[in-house]
Structure formats: structure tokens, C-alpha cells
């Protein structure tokens, strides 16, 4: 996992040092080295302010890379890698590249590196975009082909990044949002539309390649961007249609099979491992199956957890007896009482793009602490939910789907109300908004307006129409969760708070292989015996029956206004000096006092982001806001 950015367009005098200044901006990403490239010459060095400074003349085609060494660590895997009148920028990992690897070495081809990167040079010279079909892994790429072309590309599930702006001379490209506005490449300017959405009815995508700033776009999951004289996107990805054709002990042995190779091609690298264990099911499944997988020959695998504070619901419990039974260094993190303003001001600079909740404060400080202790990868479960369609607001669809094949649901909806983690009414709530744009919206706001924006104008929003619409239908729906909502909310968190700290975020439930087997499981499995999510309670029998049949879940983002006594003086410090939340919300003075807490946060986010791109803005911003001691 790494950092990339580059320019391609007509030949410009300014296109390096606005390559250097994106560089720069997001180093965080490559604490290992740094690489730029300007047609036929290349530098590498241990930072980019290292890295020499190309001539002045005139470049059509200038890339960089921030280097974070996970597979190969040797010089020869520096990058831009050049081969030939190929060249590469490179983010992610592409896991099954030894088999591919051996492939190509039976085919003819030799390597100079032991690295996944040389493996994707070779197939794109083979084969062309034709080569993404055989790629397992997350990936975000820049690759100069032999015709001129530039090639952009991001993994079918979007888990990691890559953004583009266009200006006169070309097209411009970063794994970060933050470079463009620090090398000056555009002014820092937020979409109004996209303020009003985030801040009311908390969405936080915003539509295809939309993002919440002005001029820059986000490369879709599962796309390509071919760049020469025109910008042209295809999707590459072809999605599996959900087949309903493997039931019982035939689906959970697929899916036990393709979860157990997914976790062994995760486990592949050259620097030390490390899981966060929430003590939820996906957790839990695939802390067991790394160890399981293990054995004793890495004793420096640690599972870390957040402890909620003593909750009666907390999975903390489940966690510590999951890892003392599986023989598992379990490291737990207690962040009880106050967080300080520096680190939630330096959380949402990292993420870049307003969240819903102030829950990731733990995910923050965790892989903070992870990072901290030595560890350069992360695995954990996200995705897992999406998969098996295991939210509670899947239900009405799954029992849809359950119907179309001529089975009566109603036995399902039952088992499914005596085993709910939730209240009834919270259960109808969250099973009626995600299908129902004026619920969701009326759920938010809580009355006909927010802040003096109507109702009606919010629902009528492109990005609440994009973010909600969905035809009814649980494939679509989850195709929905997966492309457009919820899970690209959760993949760019894990990336930006992961790259945050130099941590690569692996997720083995969003696999290619593992996805076209979930695609086949019959809905009536997803909810057998009222459990959501029950192929993920079989296939390890040998997981404790208490973790393996919980249905409570508070999750890894539980936390409580408390924590946060300097809110309500931040919020008006900060969002009343907003010129964005100013213009879009004509009662923002005269309503912020009574706005509820997650909307008083969302304010908060958009005025922080409004002011700040780099973490010195925040430093900066955290001093000139609070008295030192409350920075402790």
C-alpha cells in the first residue's frame, strides 16, 4: 500500500513541482521511500524532499509514487517502476501474484523483483486492461503504456483510492484529496449541495465520481480511466448475479473454502501482522482463522481491541474469550473519559470527507496504537456485513427474495424478531429508512426543515436521490451497499485513518473469489433459523458458541457525547465563522444551539475541512482554539 499522483496532458513546465507538492502533501502514505518520473528520467529517495528536482522542460506525462514496502522491500521494487516503455505507480496489493507470477515465468517472462508490482507490469503487457479479469486484491494504478496512453484503474470494490481533476493542461491524479489544494492546483472550495446532504441526512457519498469539494472527482470502484486525447470510464468489473443455486451444508462448505484461501492470500508479507477484534462475528471468524492458519510459527500476531467502558452490552468480553481460547496475544486499548480536540481535529483532516457519527474516534486511536507497536499490516471484517447482507435493514428484501422462490417467509420474519439485537421499534425504523428516501430524510431532521433548508428541497437533492434510490430488489440493493453507500463510507475510513499512521488495511471479505460464492447463497441460508448472517456462524464449528451465535452487536464505533464536553463551544467557534455552512443554512445562528449532538459533529466536520488540508492546519488550528492544558 502506497501513495500515487501524477499529471498527464499537454507538455507542461509546471506539471512536476505540482506533482512534488501532491507528493509531499500525502507522504504519510509512503514512510518507506518516494520516486517521481518526467518521461525517460526518475529519481528515487527516502522522502520526497530527497528527490531531485527535474529540468524545466516541458513534461507530458509526470508520475509519483509514495512508498510503502509490505511484499518487497528491495530497491528494485522502488517505483514509478519503468520496464521497457511501460511505466507503473502502483497502490495496494495484488495477492495471488506468486501464482501469477509462476504463470508468466512458464510463459517465458523473467523478474528482477520478488514483488507484486513487476507481476502487473508483465500481465498489462501481455494482455492489456484484459489482465484486471485475473487480479485478486485492492489496487489503485497509473500505468504509461507503450502507445502514449495513461491508464487509470481501481479495484473492483473501490477499497483503495484515486481522485483526478482536470485543468487546462491536462489531467492531474492523487490517492488523497488534500494534494490538490496543497500544491495549489485548485482552491479549497465545498460543494454546497453536498454540504447540505452530509450535514442534514448524514450522507457521505456523493454520487459516482462526486466528491464534497469542488473540481475534483473520484475515480468509480471497478473502473478504468483510459486518458488521451479524451477521458473515457468503463467498468470493468462485471458484477456476479445472485443465483440463489447453493443451500445448506453445500453452501457453507463454498464459502468455508473460499474464506479460508482469501485469509491465506491476506496473510502474505514481509512485515509484522495485526487484526482489530471488535469481538462482532466478522472479527472474531477471521481472528480465529488467522491464528488457526499460523499456528505458533508467528507469535507476533496481536489482536486489538477497544474497550466500550463496562457496557452490559459490550463485545469486549466475547473478544477476550475468543482470544484466550484461540491462544491469541490479545492487546486491549482503554480510551475512557474526555478525547482531546487535537486528536478529533486530527482524525477528521485524515479522512477527509464528513462521517455520520463521531464513532471512528475509536478506530482513530486504535490504529494509532497499532502502528505504534510495530506493525505495518492490518486485517479486519469489514465488508463482512455487505456479503451476507447482514444488516438489519436487509430483512424486507431478503424475505422478498425468500418469497420469489415460492417459500413462505413468514416463519423467517419470526425466528428473525426473537433473535433481533434491536427494539422493535428501532428494528421498523432502520427496516422502513433505507428503503424510503422521505423516512430517512424525516428520521434525520426530525421536523420540516433543517436549519432553514425544507425537507422536500433535501429529498429532491441529486445526492440523496443517488445515495437512497433503490428499486425494491436485493440485488440491487446490495450491489447499492456495496458500490454507492454504506461500505465505500467504511473502505475510505479504513485508508485514510489506516495510511494515517504508514498502516496497510486488509479486508479478506472483499475478495473477488469469496464474492461470486456469496452471490450464490440461497437468501433462505442468510437467515436460517432467524440468525442474520448464518453462514458466518458455521463454517468454523469449532468457534465458541458464544461468539458464533451472539446476536448483539454494538460494534467497534460505540461511544457517547460525554466524551466530548468542548462540543458545543467548538461547534460555535467554528461553524458560525463558516462562509460554506453560512451560505447554505439561513437559521445556522439562530438553530446550532439546538441541534442534536450528530448533527452539531457533521457541522463541525464541514468547518474543519472547510479551514484545514494538512495536519499543520491543524495543529495550528487546535492552538489558536483551546487553552494548551486541554490538549493533555
Not at 460543494?191 to 452530509?198: F, G, K, P, W
Not at 468509480?220 to 445448506?248: C, F, I
Not at 451444508?249 to 508479507?269: M, N, P, Q, T
Not at 466524551?563 to 467557534?573: E, F, G, I, V
Request: aromatic share 10%; charged share 20%; glycine share 8%.
Amino acid at each position: 500500500m502506497c501513495g500515487i499522483t501524477g499529471f498527464f496532458g499537454a507538455p507542461s513546465p509546471h506539471a512536476a513541482s505540482k506533482v512534488l507538492a501532491i507528493l509531499q502533501a500525502q507522504e504519510h502514505r509512503g514512510p518507506d521511500g518516494a520516486g517521481l518520473s518526467a518521461g525517460s528520467w526518475a529519481t528515487y529517495g527516502p522522502t520526497v524532499s530527497s528527490l531531485q528536482r527535474p529540468g524545466d522542460a516541458p513534461q507530458p506525462c509526470v508520475l509519483g509514487h509514495n512508498w510503502l514496502a509490505i511484499m518487497d522491500p528491495a530497491p528494485g521494487s522502488r517505483q514509478p517502476m519503468v520496464r521497457g516503455q511501460l511505466q507503473l505507480v502502483f497502490n495496494g496489493e495484488i495477492y495471488n501474484y506468486i501464482e501469477l507470477r509462476e504463470e508468466l515465468i512458464a510463459q517465458g517472462e523473467s523478474f528482477s523483483t520478488d514483488g507484486d508490482t513487476e507481476v502487473l507490469l508483465a500481465l498489462w503487457r501481455r494482455m492489456g486492461p484484459d489482465c484486471l479479469s485475473k487480479l485478486r486484491g485492492m489496487f489503485a494504478f497509473a500505468l504509461l503504456d507503450q502507445h502514449g496512453e495513461l491508464w487509470l484503474v481501481r479495484d473492483p470494490f473501490g477499497i483503495k483510492p484515486l481522485y483526478w481533476a482536470r485543468k487546462d493542461d491536462g489531467i492531474y491524479f492523487a490517492s488523497e484529496i488534500r494534494g490538490f489544494h496543497a500544491s495549489g492546483l485548485l482552491p479549497r472550495r465545498l460543494r454546497e449541495s453536498a454540504v447540505i446532504c452530509t450535514a442534514s441526512i448524514g450522507i457521505n457519498k456523493f454520487g459516482a465520481d462526486d466528491t464534497l469539494f469542488e473540481g475534483i472527482h473520484e475515480l468509480p470502484p471497478g473502473a478504468l480511466m483510459r486518458v488521451n486525447d479524451n477521458q473515457r470510464v468503463e467498468h470493468y468489473m462485471k458484477w456476479p448475479t445472485l443465483t440463489s443455486n447453493l443451500h445448506g451444508d453445500e453452501g457453507i462448505a463454498a464459502l468455508k473454502a473460499a474464506f479460508e484461501e482469501s485469509v491465506s492470500l491476506h496473510l502474505r508479507s514481509r512485515r509484522r501482522v495485526a487484526s482489530c477484534l471488535s469481538g462482532g462475528l466478522d472479527s472474531t471468524n477471521l481472528v480465529w482463522a488467522i491464528q488457526k492458519q499460523l499456528g505458533k510459527a508467528d507469535s507476533d500476531f496481536r489482536a486489538y481491541t477497544t474497550n466500550s467502558g463496562g457496557d452490559e452490552h459490550s463485545e469486549f468480553a466475547i473478544a477476550q474469550n475468543l482470544c484466550r481460547q484461540a491462544g491469541v496475544k490479545h492487546e486491549v486499548l482503554d480510551f475512557d473519559g474526555p478525547v482531546p480536540l487535537a486528536d478529533i481535529v486530527d482524525m477528521v483532516i485524515a479522512y477527509e470527507s464528513p462521517v455520520h457519527v463521531i464513532g471512528p474516534i475509536n478506530q482513530y486511536l486504535t490504529l494509532r496504537q497499532i502502528a505504534a507497536s510495530g506493525a505495518s499490516v492490518v486485517i479486519d471484517g469489514q465488508g463482512g456485513d455487505e456479503m451476507m447482507s447482514g444488516y438489519i435493514w436487509f430483512v424486507p428484501l431478503l424475505l422478498k427474495a425468500i418469497e420469489g422462490l415460492g417459500i413462505d417467509s413468514r416463519p423467517f420474519r419470526s425466528r428473525i424478531n426473537e433473535r433481533a439485537a434491536y427494539l422493535p421499534s428501532t428494528q421498523q425504523l432502520f427496516e422502513s429508512i433505507f428503503h424510503n428516501i422521505p423516512d430517512w430524510v424525516a428520521a434525520f431532521i426530525g421536523g420540516p426543515d433543517f436549519l432553514g433548508v425544507p425537507a422536500a428541497e433535501i429529498e429532491a437533492m441529486p445526492e440523496t436521490e443517488w445515495y437512497l434510490r433503490s428499486t425494491g430488489e436485493l440485488e440491487q440493493f446490495r450491489d447499492k451497499a456495496i458500490r454507492r453507500a454504506e461500505l465505500q463510507t467504511l473502505l475510505r475510513l479504513e485508508d485514510r485513518l489506516g495510511m494515517w499512521f504508514g498502516l496497510e488495511c486488509r479486508v479478506p471479505f472483499l475478495d473477488v473469489e469469496f464474492n461470486r460464492v456469496a452471490a450464490q447463497l440461497h437468501p433462505a441460508l442468510l437467515v436460517h433459523d432467524g440468525y442474520l448472517k448464518y453462514p458466518y456462524r458455521m463454517i468454523q464449528p469449532d468457534l465458541p458458541t458464544d461468539v458464533r451465535f451472539n446476536t448483539t452487536k454494538r460494534g467497534f464505533w460505540e461511544t457517547h457525547p460525554d466524551r466530548y464536553p468542548w462540543m458545543a463551544k467548538l461547534s460555535r467557534d467554528l461553524c458560525l465563522d463558516s462562509p460554506t455552512l453560512r451560505r447554505a443554512f439561513p437559521k445556522l445562528e439562530a438553530g446550532l444551539d439546538q441541534v442534536p449532538f450528530d448533527q452539531r459533529w457533521r457541522l463541525v466536520q464541514i468547518a474543519l475541512l472547510e479551514l484545514c488540508t494538512t495536519r499543520e492546519d491543524g495543529v495550528a488550528l487546535v492552538a489558536r482554539l483551546t487553552r494548551p492544558q486541554m490538549l493533555s
